[in-house]
């Protein structure tokens, strides 16, 4: 490897990229874009489900279960609902995801001592929400009724010793909907990256084989490796950037609490670049033609990235054969690596398996991606 | 231009080009079908043939960028197949299609070009100085390739091919699609290279340019038809003396002519039709009192010497008639 072909043929590559100045704004402004598209778009979170009450009994009581629903942050009451048959109208016309009716007699219950029951209806179209709506329904009833029984032993003059309700553990489940942010956006991290990061390179032997560049270059003594080394620094400087981009927004504009440090998230996120550079790096070699090798880039990494990875759907609750394909996915690593870096603050010790790994990766993807390049047209 | 790199030369006693029973087939297509031929040190070579015959299959071949299907190679006395990276050191390309970058200046692709084939830091300013001169860019140094007119082009490609001083130097139809004046420039740089011992192996389709050449080769259906000087090709590809003849009614005359005594071949060239004669001296008055006879006026025939076209319609006709006996004689085989 001669070192004198590497500094020429990044030179070159840099030149062309900077002589390619919208080329470059995409590979830059690509990545804030999808960064705030799936910031916002993929959020587990549920709020403000739209809620239909009929409140049979209109009394005190049960406008205060109302005032709960409606102060709550889960719902938003959409409408006052006079009758069954508009409770249904109302769901069938999708225009609410919950329905409250409360029973005429549901005040002289609680008064009573009894127990009084409320009845939600769901649309179970969607049945992911529906669960969550269900749940979150049960822990403002639940608040709800532990509130009514401090009130009615004080009203009687004794203090509430009652344990703590059944059902208000669950509520730690529905607290940890409002973080789903700070997990996500490491896991979009890592995707925006993959799909920007195989683009970036997708093009660069693609290009030179459907300009005519590529039969001179093969016709002279260049080598495999240096040829792919020196392509691949000047995007490596582009990749990073791009990160830059990314894991700043994650940070500054979504405000995900960082407890890393940014010497951890500098070497793991080359090591990351490293890796779908050499698998665009493998796709332009192996795809003669531009839009061919930018299609297949897109799908080896955004497919896998975004199933597989664990950004969105918990590995461990995938079957064991998906589960073990998974190990085949770069961003699998890197998803990891970034939650630990950025929630708990973990430094390179204790990612040590994850970055072992994604290094074996590169190393790999790098010699595959040196060996398919071919110095012949047959 | 200094003579070649004397670490890269061509050992002295083998030929600089070598080619054996050279044979490249892609899949039931034969490109190339046992050519053999060897070229000097500082020969201009030139390969002639229609499109498709070949001409490109072979260069790459030679470059290394193909691999034969049969037969050896030997570029500046090294085995292509073997060892086609020790090759690579030692020859210059220029590929059919233009193939520098066009989003680069002038001076950045020579420098790309010398960085490749590690050119000595210490000399690649003056070798670059020297392409720029070579190609008559100086001045536009910091111009973007793309704008250059096509005859600048091709003379750029031609100094970034030479910028490491290759023995051997591989040109894939240079000069096509480019105005004759810049052909002719282009011609003498390719003499000035080989006056410095410089080997080049260039194709052409055009047949003024063959003329330039030490030895032309034709091929056609990937076969070696004819090899020599200009000067041999035309001499001997014709049996026989060639007659211009110019009359009135051409698509008439030109049956009776063929079916005239004394007559081998006759084809329409222009305005005249070329007729091949067993003698010319003879066979001119006769044809001209023939076409008299049958009413066609003015009929004049006069010897004239065979062009290089018409040694190339000649043998690539022969060739074709053998190509067909020899089919209809293995087809008759039980």
Known sequence: ????????????????????????????????????????????????????????????????????????????????????????????????????????????????????????????TDSNTANIAAGYAKSVVAAFSAAAQLDAVQRRGGTLQTQTPVGVEARVWFNEALESRNFIVPGIVALVMAIVGAQLTSLTIAREWERGTMELLVSTPVQPMELMIGKLLPYFAVGLADAAICLGLAVFWFEVPFHGTVATLLFTSSLFLTVVLCIGYLVSVSIRSQVGASQVALLATMLPTTLLSGFSFPIEQMPAAVQAATFLVSARYYVEILKAVFLKGAGVVELAVPILCLALYAAVVVVLAARAFRKTLD | MNPPDAALATTSAAPAIAVDGLTKRFGAFTALDGVSFAAGQGEIMGFLGPNGAGKSTLIRILCGLLHPSAGQARVAGIDVARQPEAVRARIGYMSQKFSLYGDLSVVENLRFFAGIYSVPRAEMAGRIAYAVAMAGLGGQENTLVANLAGGWKQRLALGAAILHRPPVLFLDEPTSGVDPESRRRFWELIHTLSGDGVTVLVSTHYMDEAEYCHRIALIARGRLIALGTPLEIKRHSLDGELLALACADLGRALPLVQGAAGVRDAALFGSRIHVTVDEAARRGPELEALLAARGIAGATARPIAPTMEDSFVSLVGKAALNAATSANAAGARP
């Open chain 1, 1 to 124: 490897m001669k070192l004198r072909r590497i500094q020429a043929i990044a030179v070159k590559e840099a030149l062309q990229i900077v002589r390619d100045p919208r080329s470059l704004m995409i590979a830059l402004l690509v990545p804030l874009m999808q960064m705030v598209i799936f910031g916002y778009g993929v959020n587990l979170d549920i709020r403000h489900i739209p809620l239909c009450v009929l409140d049979h009994e209109n009394g005190q009581q049960s406008r205060n279960l109302v005032a709960r629903f409606a102060a709550s942050n889960y719902f938003s009451l959409r409408r006052a609902a006079g009758s069954d048959r508009e409770v249904a109208q109302a769901l069938d016309e999708g225009d609410c995801g919950i329905a409250l009716v409360i029973p005429a007699d549901f005040s002289q219950r609680l008064n009573d001592g009894g127990r009084a029951t409320v009845q939600a209806l769901l649309d179970g």
